[in-house]
């Protein structure tokens, strides 16, 4: 059975992006200090390309967590900088022309769009008809695997608040951001039933891991 | 030098007490959770007259934490639930006979009051003339030791804001409580200055240390 996953890092004060995000500044002022954990484990520079690389617990936590994903659905902000109409269609994400997903990416947006293959084994598909849709194809596309969530907060927050999220890895950070995109907020109350069943840290990064209750 | 230290549990979702807070509730809905990494250890069960409890990561940080502090200073919503004048006096906070400071503590608040001396060494002073002249008086008092703020949000974000801080343990908990009192909100920016020293964890408690840079 697929079940739909969160990874996300947060800031101690809580944000998983900081503020004024622009499309020079993608995941906002500090932001990037974020994810600063994950750019040293080997596993993240074999999603990348690159060799050598940290093991250890962080790398462990990471490469787990790649291995049982099939599916991704982000949300339109976090494919891009671009409102309302897709325009020339020239945007093709944040990532280069091997983005790090190498796997099916479900796009929430408003605004049709034709597949977007990329190398490694990314293909963006623009989803018009909502979050349950998004999912639906997602899992589908998953097989086997699981569905994972990557951000922004608004679509984490949507399918928090839809009751559809089964599994949720929190990375926090130490970095203080001070302003900028709340993972906890808007949920109308508390997101209920989820359990922690491990906390392990890193001097760089706690990794609190939440299950639904059975 | 004397300095000031924070010393805060905080849930995963960044609240330092739950929603509702009341006379019968004084951590609001679900917050004595926050707390429930303390109450195990050999240094709370000391603290509070008992015998036994666990000994290490957390205990160790609880109990390193205890033995630098000479005085606390805390808001008056910490200190009890009333409101306005201090009326017959006859609230003595909400810890008993033997609060388990065992130090001067220092409340904040606009109605003057005189000094109440409880059992194991615990005097709480109501003052009145703002969080500067609290600081200078429970500096006075700690001596060689450290001022600790204990809570609750409104007064630890006063000190943030005034840049009076030096040190703050962050203790973040897996509980998720959906609502209640930010720490992190209202500092018009962020805190700015920490480095974050430290970050280890039990299955309990992510302990992260800041202290202010150089």
């Not at 969160?6 to 900081?18: E, K, L, P, R």
């Not at 990037?32 to 596993?43: D, G, I, K, M, N």
């Not at 900088?81 to 929430?108: C, K, N, Q, T």
Request: aromatic share 10%.
């Amino acid at each position: 059975m697929t079940k739909v996953r969160f990874t996300i890092t947060m800031s101690v004060d809580g944000y998983i992006a900081g503020p004024e995000q622009s499309a020079e500044d993608p995941l906002g002022k500090g932001g990037l200090a974020l994810h600063e954990w994950v750019f040293p484990t080997r596993s993240f520079r074999e999603m990348t390309g690159e060799d050598g690389g940290d093991t250890g617990l962080d790398d462990e936590r990471l490469r787990a967590w790649n291995a049982g994903i099939g599916a991704h659905i982000m949300g339109r902000n976090m494919f891009g900088p671009i409102r309302g109409d897709w325009g020339d269609e020239s945007w093709r994400g944040w990532w280069g022309d091997e983005p790090p997903y190498h796997a099916p990416v479900f796009v929430l947006t408003h605004h049709a769009r034709e597949p977007l293959e990329m190398e490694g084994g990314t293909t963006f598909h623009f989803v018009t008809d909502g979050i349950e849709a998004a999912l639906e194809r997602a899992a589908d596309a998953a097989g086997d695997k699981d569905v994972a969530i990557p951000g922004g907060a608004s679509t984490a927050q949507q399918y928090l608040r839809a009751g559809l999220v089964d599994e949720m890895d929190l990375h926090v950070v130490p970095v203080i951001l001070g302003g900028g995109e709340r993972l906890f907020a808007n949920l109308d109350g508390r997101p209920s039933g989820f359990e922690c069943v491990e906390l392990v840290s890193s001097p760089a990064v706690a990794h609190f891991r939440y299950v639904k209750g059975g």
